[in-house]
């Protein structure tokens, strides 16, 4: 991965051609060869790989220890088989089961698809979902059943994530008519 790059895909050729017209050339027409040119160019490869590869070990490193300090856990209700009142529980956001109670304070990561029981000033950061920049509010509310058997929210994520796939194709659409109509009005050619 490391001596996958352009940079170093130009330099290769760059040693190609050098070797090409500084010694293969001159070697066949008798003439004296000069390699200093590719010497030079292969340890600038060289030099080039290795510390990508050493930033690369380092920063992947670095960030399994900031993963490992980042808290996976979440706290949860749960009913143990002896009890008949639900219990907080701290488990790994993997061991979240249909039924458990989440219980989330400032700062929480969403574990999960969750429906709301009950909320106050709750915000969340739909950044990496949608791509917006600000926190949308979210309350708990009565959850409306249609005719076909989805809920309201189950239609609405349908919807968002139908866009969400479609989006790529909607912006090349859009950016292909304006540029059209650009190139009419002789603003681009």
């Known amino acids: ?41 292969s340890t600038m490869v060289l030099l080039s790989g290795l510390l990508r590869f050493w930033q690369e070990f380092r920063i992947n490193r670095a960030a399994q220890a900031l993963k490992s300090l980042v808290r996976s856990q979440v706290t949860v209700l749960r009913r143990d088989a002896a009890s008949e009142t639900a219990q907080r529980h701290d488990v790994d956001m993997r061991e979240l089961v249909p039924g458990d109670v989440i219980l989330l304070s400032t700062g929480d990561q969403v574990p999960a698809d969750v429906r709301l029981l009950s909320s106050r ?6 950044a990496v979902l949608t791509g917006g920049s600000m926190p949308v509010e979210k309350q708990s509310g009565n959850i409306t059943v249609d005719p076909h058997g989805k809920s309201a929210q189950e239609l609405l994520a349908l ?31």
């Open 1 to 41: 991965m490391a001596f996958n790059n352009l940079f170093i895909h130009v330099l290769l050729v760059l040693a190609l051609v050098s070797l090409f017209t500084d010694y293969l050339l001159p070697l066949r027409a008798g003439e004296e060869t000069n390699l200093s040119g590719v010497i030079i160019i």
């Open 159 to 189: 919807a968002v994530g139908l866009t969400l796939e479609m989006l790529p194709m909607i912006v090349s659409a859009n950016l292909a008519k304006v540029a059209i109509a650009m190139s009419r009005r002789k603003v681009i050619s």
């Open 121 to 126: 000033n709750l915000f969340i950061s739909e």
